[in-house]
C-alpha cells in the first residue's frame, strides 16, 4: 500500500432520548461538501452560544433528557436532527394522505404546547421599603399631584439639561433606589415595573435605563437606556417594565451575562436618565429640562401564558426565573397559532393566556423583546408578530367568544381580548416606521445591515406587516400598514444580489459568503408570502433566485452547498418542500419547483425519516415548538400535488464545470473536469472563493480514459432535455477539430461512444428531431493519445468526484497521474454506539476529500469510530484534534486504540481544543483501528450531547 493520508473531519451533534431539541452552535462549521474550509467562527456568536449553554456532567452513557435554552442560527442542523429523531423509514406516505398526517403532526404539536405553557403566576410584590434619591441633574421628592396606585402621592422627579448620551454606562443623571436589605428577586418575579407620567412639554428623547445594584460588587450590571418617558404611541400613564432577561453587564462588555448571584442579592436599582434619538438621527438633541411622575414600583411575574419551558418549569409551577442566563425569549409565544388551530377547546384557551402575555410583554416601540439581541427584539419580532396576526384571523374565523371579554392587562383599561390585540399587533408592524426599513437605524440595529447581512428576519416583518393589515378593522390602520408593506417589498426587490457579488440571494455576509441555512429560510418565507399576500413581486424574487440555486443545489437535488455558509451549519435543504413547489410552479419559477418536488418526494417516500421539519413536528418540544414549527401551517394546501418538473441542476450531471466571475462581473477564473486513464473518479477542481461567484455549465454525460493521456472535459452547451426523449431514440455524436467542422454524425449504440483522441476535439451529441444538442470538448493533458468513452445519461445517477487540493488545481497533470493524496483504497468506517447523518454522511471520510464534514449524533464515553482497511495496513501515526467550539463543547481526553492481534494502547490528549495532537502508532500491522472514547473533558452542556473531532488523520505507511 503506498504512502496515503486518511483524513476525517467531523462534528458531533447532540442527540439524545428522550430529546428536547437544542440546535447546535453553527460557529464550529468547517467546509462542507466542497473542497474549501473556511473557519467563520465570530466572537460575538460564539459568545451568544456561551451564554446559552447549560451546565452538565458526564461519567457514563445514559439517556439524556436536553433542556432547551438558546437557539443559534443554523436550521439544516435542524433538518439533520428532524432525520435522526424520526426513527426507522416507514411507508411511503401516498399524497391523498399527507394533509392527514400534517394534520395530526401539527395537533400532537399543539398538545405538547399546551402541556409546556405556564399557568398561574406570583402576586407581585410592592417595593415599600426603599430609599430614593436624585443624582446629577436629577432631584425627586414625594408629590399628591398623581397618584397611580390609590396610597395619595407618587414621585415627582425633576430634571435639569438631562444631556445627550448613546451609551449606557457612565451616566451621572440617576434616580438612586436602595432597599433596607439585599433581594433575591429571581424568586419574586421575572422583572419589576412602576408607572409613569409625563406632562405635556416633557422631551420626547428622554430615556430611562436600569443599573443593579449588586451586594458586595462593584459591577455594573445593564439594562438598556432606550425606553422612553413619553410613550411613543401616546399612552400616558404607562406602565414600563424590565425584564430580568434584559439584564447585561457592561462592565464586562457588551452583551456579558452577569453571574447569577448578581440576581440574589440586589440592594437597590437606580434609574439613569438620557437623551436619545431612537430611531437615531444626526440632527442633536437640545439638553432636557421638566419633570414627570413615577409610582408603584413593584417586582410583577408577567410569565403567564409562557411555553418557555426552560425559564418556567412547568412540573413545578412555583419556580419561576429556573434557566440561567435568565432570557425573555417571546418566539416560545409564536406557537400559539398553532395552539389556537390544531389544539381545540384547550388550545385555543392556551392561545388567549400566550396572546395575553405578548400584551404584557411588548416594548415601548411596538416590539417583543427576544433571544438577548436587544430589549426591542430586533426583527426577530416580525417573526412573533405574523404569528400572531394569524392566531387572531383564526379566531376571528371561529367566533371565539374569549375576544368580546373586556380585560385589563398593564395599561389597558376596559378594552376586548380583539380590540387589545389589534392595537398591539398594529403597533408591532408599525415598530420600524416609517418605511423602507433600510432608513431604520439605532444603537443595536441598522436596517442597510439587516438586509445585507441575513434578511430573513426583515423579511418575515414585511410579510408580518400585511398579515396585520388582514386583521385591522380600521380601514386607515389598514391601508397605513398596506401602504408601509409596499415600499418595504419595494426595497426587498433592490436589495436582492446586492451581496454575495451580486448574486440573486440575500447575503449572509461579505463577498460570495451566503449562509445556506438561512437561505433555505428565505426560500420558505418567499413561498409562506406570497401564498398570504398574493403578491407577484414574491414570484419575481423566486425566480431570479433560479440562477443561484443552479450553482449551489448539491448532486442530491435537496440540498444546498453549505460549503461557504457564513456561520457554519452546513448543507441545507427545506422545511416544507410541498409548499415551496406550489408557490414556485404559481410563479413560473421551475428551479425552485423542481427544489421543492425533490424535498417533498423524498420526505413523503421516506416518512418519518425523509428530511423537512415535519418529522420533527411530532417530537418537538421548547424553543423549537415555538421558533420553527410555525412554518409549517403555512404547509396545509392540497393541491397541487408536486410533480417532477424535469429540471436537472447542473452538479446532478458528472460533468460539471464553473466560470468564475469577480464583483465588477469580469471572468477571472474556471473550473475544470479531468478524466484520468484507469480513474474510477473524476477529478474536478472546483474551489469556492468568497470573493467571486461562480456560473455552472454541465453536460448530461459520464466520461472515462483508457490510454496515456487525462483529458480535460469541459461542458459548452445543452439545449433540449434529454429526460423527455424518448427510449426508442437512438441520439447521434459527432466529432471534429476543436476549431474545425464536426464529422459525420454516427448513431450512438446503447447512448455510448468511444472517440480516440490525441489533440483537442469537439464532441456533439445530438437527436435532431427532439431538439437535444450535447456539445463539449475533450483536452488532452499531455502527449499520446486516449480513448475516451461517452456515456449520454438520460437520468441523474450517482457518481462520486475527486476534488482537488488547491494546491494541485494547477499543478500539470501530464503524466496522467492523479495529482491528490487518494485515501487508503477500500478503507470503511463505522460508527459504534452513536449514529450516522444522511446530510453529512459517513461516507465524506473516505470520498478523498480531506475538507468534506461528517456528522455523527452522541459523545460519550462508550462510543467511538472503527476503520477497517481492504487489506493489512502498517499505521505510522495518528494525528487528532479535538472541537474548537467553545467552552460549551466536551472533547476527548482519554482513548483506547484497538488494533486487530487483540493489542490496544491508550492514549491521552491535552485540553487543547483545534490543535494537532500526533501520537506515534510505531507501524503497527492491523486490519483495523478501533477509537473508543473512555473519558471526557466535560463542557458546560448538557452531559454527553456536545461534542467532537475538528481533526482524525491516519497516516498509512504501507503494507
Request: include cysteine; charge should be negative; proline fraction near 6%.
Amino acid at each position: 500500500m503506498p504512502l496515503a493520508l486518511l483524513q476525517i473531519i467531523f462534528v458531533c451533534i447532540p442527540i439524545g432520548n428522550p430529546i428536547e431539541y437544542r440546535e447546535t452552535v453553527d460557529e464550529r462549521s468547517r467546509a462542507l461538501g466542497s473542497p474549501a474550509v473556511k473557519n467563520l467562527r465570530t466572537r460575538s456568536n460564539l459568545e451568544v452560544f456561551r451564554m446559552c449553554s447549560m451546565r452538565g456532567v458526564v461519567r457514563k452513557r445514559r439517556s439524556v433528557r436536553v433542556p432547551v435554552e438558546c437557539f443559534m442560527k443554523g436550521v439544516a442542523m435542524l433538518i439533520a436532527v428532524a432525520a435522526v429523531l424520526s426513527g426507522p423509514a416507514g411507508a411511503q406516505v401516498p399524497w391523498d394522505e399527507v394533509l392527514e398526517v400534517k394534520t395530526e403532526s401539527l395537533e400532537s404539536a399543539a398538545q405538547r404546547a399546551i402541556g409546556q405553557q405556564r399557568v398561574g403566576h406570583l402576586p407581585p410584590h410592592p417595593v415599600e421599603a426603599a430609599t430614593w434619591s436624585g443624582a446629577g441633574g436629577v432631584e425627586i421628592g414625594q408629590s399628591d399631584e398623581w397618584d397611580a396606585t390609590g396610597d395619595g402621592w407618587s414621585y415627582r422627579v425633576t430634571v435639569r439639561d438631562i444631556p445627550e448620551n448613546e451609551h449606557h454606562i457612565n451616566i451621572n443623571d440617576r434616580i438612586e433606589i436602595r432597599f433596607d436589605e439585599p433581594m433575591n428577586v429571581r424568586e419574586k418575579g421575572t422583572g419589576f415595573a412602576l408607572w409613569a407620567n409625563a406632562p405635556e412639554g416633557l422631551s420626547e428623547h428622554l430615556r430611562v435605563g436600569v443599573h443593579f445594584k449588586i451586594e458586595g460588587r462593584d459591577d455594573d450590571p445593564v439594562i438598556f437606556s432606550d425606553t422612553p418617558i413619553v410613550h411613543r404611541f401616546g399612552d400616558n400613564p404607562h406602565l414600563l417594565y424590565f425584564d430580568w432577561g434584559y439584564v447585561f453587564d457592561h462592565s464586562l462588555g457588551v452583551f456579558a451575562v452577569p453571574p447569577e448571584e448578581y440576581f440574589e442579592s440586589v440592594e437597590g436599582i437606580d434609574l439613569t436618565l438620557v437623551q436619545k434619538h431612537r430611531p437615531r438621527r444626526d440632527d442633536d438633541i437640545a439638553p432636557a429640562s421638566g419633570h414627570f411622575y413615577l409610582d408603584g414600583l413593584q417586582l410583577v411575574d408577567w410569565g403567564d401564558g409562557a411555553y418557555d419551558n426552560s425559564r418556567f418549569d412547568p412540573d413545578n409551577p412555583e419556580v419561576i426565573n429556573a434557566a440561567y442566563p435568565i432570557v425573555l425569549q417571546a418566539r416560545f409565544q409564536q406557537v400559539a397559532v398553532i395552539a389556537a388551530k390544531f389544539g381545540g377547546e384547550e388550545g385555543i384557551e392556551s392561545a388567549v393566556r400566550a396572546l395575553d402575555m405578548l400584551a404584557r410583554n411588548q416594548s415601548w416601540d411596538g416590539s417583543w423583546p427576544e433571544m438577548r439581541t436587544r430589549m426591542q427584539g430586533e426583527y426577530t419580532h416580525g417573526m412573533i408578530l405574523a404569528d400572531m396576526a394569524r392566531a387572531l384571523r383564526h379566531m376571528r374565523a371561529e367566533g371565539r367568544a374569549e375576544l368580546e371579554e373586556q380585560v385589563s392587562i398593564r395599561h389597558w383599561e376596559g378594552m376586548t381580548r380583539d380590540e387589545l390585540y389589534e392595537e398591539i399587533i398594529y403597533r408591532a408592524a408599525k415598530s420600524r416606521s416609517p418605511a423602507p426599513l433600510d432608513t431604520y437605524d439605532d444603537s443595536y440595529q441598522r436596517g442597510r445591515g439587516a438586509m445585507l447581512g441575513g434578511s430573513n428576519r426583515p423579511m418575515t416583518f414585511i410579510l408580518g406587516q400585511h398579515l396585520s393589515a388582514q386583521v385591522m378593522t380600521d380601514e386607515a390602520r389598514e391601508a397605513e400598514l398596506l401602504e408601509e408593506y409596499d415600499i418595504n417589498m419595494e426595497m426587498l426587490l433592490e436589495y436582492q444580489g446586492a451581496t454575495a457579488e451580486g448574486w440573486p440571494i440575500f447575503g449572509e455576509g461579505g463577498g460570495l459568503s451566503y449562509d445556506s441555512g438561512y437561505t433555505t429560510d428565505h426560500i420558505q418565507i418567499w413561498a409562506n408570502a406570497s401564498r398570504e399576500t398574493d403578491d407577484e413581486r414574491w414570484g419575481e424574487i423566486m425566480r431570479e433566485f433560479g440562477k443561484a440555486l443552479e450553482s449551489v443545489m448539491l448532486p442530491d437535488g435537496r440540498r444546498i452547498d453549505g460549503t461557504i455558509s457564513a456561520r457554519g451549519g452546513g448543507d441545507a435543504s427545506l422545511k416544507s418542500g410541498d409548499i415551496v413547489f406550489q408557490e414556485a410552479l404559481r410563479h413560473d419559477a421551475p428551479e425552485l419547483a423542481q427544489f421543492g418536488y425533490n424535498v417533498s418526494k423524498y420526505c413523503w417516500e421516506n416518512w418519518p425519516r425523509g428530511g423537512t421539519v415535519w418529522p420533527y413536528t411530532r417530537s418537538a418540544r421548547g424553543y423549537g415548538l415555538g421558533a420553527f414549527l410555525t412554518w409549517q401551517p403555512y404547509d396545509m394546501d392540497p393541491e397541487p400535488e408536486p410533480v417532477d418538473q424535469k429540471v436537472r441542476f447542473p452538479r446532478q450531471w458528472p460533468v460539471w464545470t464553473a466560470e468564475w466571475y469577480d464583483a465588477d462581473g469580469e471572468h477571472v477564473q474556471d473550473s475544470i473536469i479531468i478524466a484520468s486513464p484507469g480513474g474510477e473518479r473524476l477529478i474536478n477542481t472546483f474551489e469556492w472563493a468568497d470573493d467571486r461567484s461562480p456560473l455552472l455549465s454541465a453536460v448530461p454525460i459520464d466520461a472515462s480514459v483508457e490510454g496515456d493521456v487525462a483529458l480535460e472535459i469541459h461542458p459548452e452547451l445543452y439545449e433540449g432535455n434529454v429526460l423527455e426523449l424518448a427510449d426508442g431514440i437512438a441520439p447521434t455524436i459527432a466529432f471534429g477539430p476543436e476549431d474545425g467542422e464536426l464529422g459525420r454524425p454516427e448513431e450512438m449504440t446503447e447512448d455510448r461512444a468511444t472517440i480516440t483522441v490525441s489533440e483537442p476535439v469537439q464532441v456533439e451529441i445530438a437527436a435532431a428531431d427532439e431538439g437535444l444538442r450535447i456539445r463539449f470538448r475533450a483536452v488532452p493533458r499531455g502527449e499520446g493519445a486516449s480513448e475516451l468513452a461517452v456515456r449520454m445519461l438520460r437520468e441523474i445517477e450517482d457518481y462520486e468526484h475527486l476534488f482537488a487540493d488547491p494546491e494541485a488545481a494547477d499543478v500539470d497533470l501530464s503524466e496522467a497521474g492523479i495529482n491528490v493524496a487518494d485515501p487508503a483504497i477500500g478503507t470503511s468506517v463505522t460508527p459504534i454506539e452513536c449514529w450516522p447523518n444522511e446530510n453529512w454522511p459517513i461516507e465524506h471520510a473516505l470520498d478523498g476529500n480531506p475538507n468534506t464534514n461528517w456528522v455523527i449524533g452522541q459523545f460519550l464515553p462508550g462510543s467511538g469510530l472503527r476503520f477497517e482497511f481492504a487489506e493489512e495496513a502498517r499505521l505510522d501515526e495518528l494525528v487528532l484534534g479535538q472541537g474548537d467550539y467553545g467552552d460549551s463543547w466536551h472533547r476527548a481526553r482519554e482513548i483506547t486504540l484497538g488494533f486487530s492481534d487483540g493489542a490496544g494502547k491508550q492514549i491521552s490528549l491535552e485540553n487543547a481544543p483545534g490543535e494537532r495532537q500526533n501520537f506515534d502508532l510505531e507501524g503497527v500491522r492491523t486490519e483495523y483501528l478501533e477509537l473508543m472514547i473512555d473519558e471526557i473533558y466535560e463542557g458546560d452542556d448538557p452531559p454527553g450531547n456536545t461534542g467532537g473531532w475538528a481533526i482524525l488523520e491516519i497516516i498509512t505507511g504501507g503494507n
